[in-house]
């Protein structure tokens, strides 16, 4: 049987809970916005391993990050090899 404090306890909880959702994607849209340096990209994608939404959002970013560079090594490219090296010790295990 649940009571009036248990109901306000898990009120609680869902309103943190959703406070702090909307400071992340808050944070996520300012980092859009303001971009995100290669090396941050490149140690995100590896720690976002099994996280095929946030390594998608990031190879988009690579991908704008590139067409700005013209020149130079391609960002794509070096997420691509981490992905091959993954592959490799994945198998390995």
């Known amino acids: 049987m649940l009571f009036n404090a248990d109901f306000a306890t898990f009120s609680a909880d869902i309103r943190d809970l959703r406070k702090r959702i909307l400071v992340a994607d808050i944070g996520l849209a300012r980092e859009e916005a303001d971009g995100i340096e290669p090396s941050e990209i ?52």
Request: no cysteine.
């Open 42 to 93: 490149v140690t995100r994608y590896i720690a976002a391993r099994g996280d095929s939404g946030t390594r998608h959002w990031l190879r988009g970013l690579a991908k704008e990050h590139d067409a700005a560079q013209r020149f130079g090594p391609r960002l794509i490219d070096e997420l691509n090899e981490l992905d091959a090296l993954s592959g490799r010790f994945d198998q390995a295990a």
